[in-house]
């Protein structure tokens, strides 16, 4: 229990946006394809990048959402995964170096655009990856809600959903905002 005291009195220095695409939203059922993360400091200058796709059965793409299935061919994930994907196991190894290169000892706390199910994702299929993160995280979509309810102001944002491209607009979409509220 002094880790969860120390994991509060602690400072982050920086912050690791990270976004996923999957097969759907259940963590139960649907699984990891592509990663992408970024970290920054407060200024939101990147200090380092990751990004991999992942390489999954025939059976496992067969059995996407239908949204999944229409998203994925259109951006050329769908392909890519075939091509270029690469084992999980690697990337799991890859991405935790990655973070552990960033943060050492200091818990990531996550960034993004509705990084709950991301967390979701996360927790249920790379627990090892999950015990490097903060239990705190930094939603993009909190904010969101915010300036639409009580200022109507509106980011307009590309659906692209790639997980670098994806990281790049929730962080610009941050930004977009805080200079709103700085007015």
């Known amino acids: ?48 990048s990751y990004e991999a796709i992942i390489k999954h059965s025939n059976r496992k793409l067969k059995n996407m959402n239908e949204w999944s299935l229409k998203q994925h061919k259109a951006s050329g994930l769908t392909e890519k995964i075939q091509t270029i994907g690469r084992p999980e196991k690697d990337v799991k190894l890859e991405l935790a170096g990655f973070i552990k290169g960033h943060f050492g000892k200091e818990p990531a706390i996550i960034a993004g655009n509705s990084i709950h199910n991301d ?58 905002y805080l200079e709103k509220l700085k007015k």
């Open 1 to 48: 229990m002094s880790d969860m005291k120390d994991f509060k009195k602690a400072r982050p220095t920086k912050l690791l946006w990270i976004d996923l695409e999957m097969t759907g939203l259940d963590p139960k059922k649907d699984v990891i394809l592509e990663v992408a993360a970024e970290v920054t400091d407060f200024n939101f200058k990147t200090l380092g």
């Open 119 to 176: 967390r979701l994702f996360i927790t249920r299929w790379w627990p090892e990856i999950d015990e490097l993160l903060h239990y705190r995280m930094m939603d993009v979509s909190s904010l969101k809600i915010w300036m639409q309810g009580k200022h109507r102001v509106e980011y307009k944002k590309k659906d692209v959903h790639r997980a670098f491209d994806d990281i790049q607009a929730s962080i610009a979409e941050f930004q977009y």
